[in-house]
């Protein structure tokens, strides 16, 4: 069942209940007042009676029964004068009231007590019921006045017909209504499922429009956009990336296939067999290594499990890095100094943060040309964790710095350096992962500058049981 | 003999094991499948296992856990192509004594299973190592080459313990890594490259015979003649 036919379903219900509880009051306000009004009448008449046979006597009272009937109203009112014993003995024209009789109790009782006594009576020959009232109007006379309630009767069954009529009229009309709000209310969901089906067939650059008709569907709409954004943004990302793995898979793979076929078709002694599988082995592991750098790259952005952290002591990592590069810094005669404060310590992953540190040393020191200087500078002064690696290399040019920390970027498109570029999205994920940003500050030929900041919360943890 | 069960489903891999295991002076079974495999363990005896994790009919993990269900406390390795962190701590939490990823370089395998040995073995290790004429004292934390004491840093005084420890055996620089520096990644620059020549120049630098050598490819070897 569709949510428009449910809602117009649930709306159309609503309506007919409340329609019908309207009508049952109302009708039975009606049937009350009725009631009372006739009751009223019957009683003012015997009063109005009374006064006149205490004016003008039994005369005056019978003359004005004449009166009272005229003719034609005699099928629906009759009025009887009986003596206390019930006897009539004058009455109105009684042709349409042959069967009626006489309650004697209600008599003795209007005749004792001088009470106005009704009753509903059914009188054989007679269509509808009749309200019938006794009361003494004067000694040994008391008034019966009959009126049929064919007349309420025929108001109340009209009132019931005209309901009729608008109910049978209001629940398609109210359907109709429901139904046209509720496809109002879903077209947005239409257009946006429309959407997805058609994105479904690989139309990544459809957006979905809606017409203003509500802030809920435009906000689906609106998150519904933001995803599609964000999935062609991943899809492009990933088309760039596995073009660019495949581009710098395919140069070592190259290399291979050429030694092998070297050593197969002209290697002729053992030296030169050895100096192909050698060369192999170093090609493979470059491989590897460029595969295992993906993948950690991926693991780092998914984040640390929480069971996976624990107290860090992120000064001795630096410092142990420092410690790790320093015979390369030697080497390639550069200046490597390590300002570090001691005892900063947060919630990590180690072998993540340690990594992210050794990349950006290993970074800095690539770049750097001999005689150049490279420095690391911890500091926990002010709550949160700062670590600074500067160095005195080529520099990032400013159009690729926002690119750095992309997968597989590396700022020389000849991607004649070896190595790839996996380093910084490393750290950054490894930073991100912990709360924390990178960022870099450079100036082309100039050296390059790269912050990471971690948040103060992530410095004094509470303790964990392990 | 040491004897080896290998359960591995790729022939090329099986046999690249098995053939370096028989040179290095080891005893080896090889089953291709896990139901195969976990027969040999539990009806014979081995002194360490290498299973791999994606096998037929059974795998690696589940022989594993049957194996320690039964109380068969084999030294096993795991080797596997997956290298993720919770990979690795599956592995090891399920019964697992080390574990070791595809592709690796059989040097490492065959140091990874000497350790385990040791361990298994309860080899109680002498202070002292030596090769040739150079000699290192555990405790002292000194070395001593033709009766000249070496002034080494913690870290060189590692880097030769490890070398030293493994004698003979060629560790790779991720072994090195790993071992010395506590690192499970590749650096860039060349990190163990340059700390090897240092070390060099202070224990080989002055001698005839140099017993630090580089293996093309493989990485290095510290032994008592030319390579």
Known sequence: MTLASRLTLWYTSAFVIFLLAAFVVFYLAMVSILDERMDEDLEEDIEEFAELFEDKGLAGVKSEIAREVMAGDEANIFLVLLNNEGKAFYASDLSHWRNLKVDDRAVRRAATKNRIVLRTVEV?????????VYGRIGPQVILQIGESVEESEEM???????FAVVFLLAIPISSFIGWVMARKAVRGIEEVSETAAHIH??????RVTVRPQGAEIQKLADTFNAMLDRIRDLITEMREMTDNIAHD?????ARIRAISEVAVSSATTTEAHKQAASTTIEECDRLLQMINATLDVAEAEAGTAAADLQTVDISELARDACELFEPVADEKQIDLSCELDNGCSMRGNVQSLQRMLANLLDNALKYTPPNGKVGINLGCA?????????????????????????RFFRCDQSRSETGCGMGLSFSQAVARAHGG???VASEAGNGATFTITFPGSRIFPSPVRD | MMRILLIEDDATIAHFIRRGMQEAGFSIDHAADGMAGLDLALNDSYDVGIIDLMLPKLDGLAIIERMRERKNNMPVIILSAKRSLDDRVQGLQRGGDDYLTKPFSFSELLARVNALLRRANNIVESTELSVGDLSIDLLARTAVRCGSKIDLQPKEFALLEYLMRNAGHIVSKTMIMERVWNYNFDPQTNVVEARISKLREKIDKGFDIP?????????YVLKHSEY
């Open chain 1, 382 to 406: 002010d709550a949160s964790i700062k670590v600074v690696v500067t160095d005195t290399g080529i520099g990032i040019p400013q159009p690729d710095q926002a690119r750095i920390f992309e």
């Open chain 1, 437 to 439: 940003e990178i960022s």
């Open chain 1, 201 to 206: 067939g690989g139309h990544l650059d459809q």
């Open chain 1, 249 to 253: 898979m395919r140069s070592p793979l």
């Open chain 2, 211 to 219: 017993l630090i050598h580089t293996v093309r490819g493989l990485g």
């Open chain 1, 156 to 162: 109340l069954e009209v009132l019931f017909a005209v």
């Open chain 1, 124 to 132: 054989g020959g007679q269509e509808y019921a009749t309200r019938i």
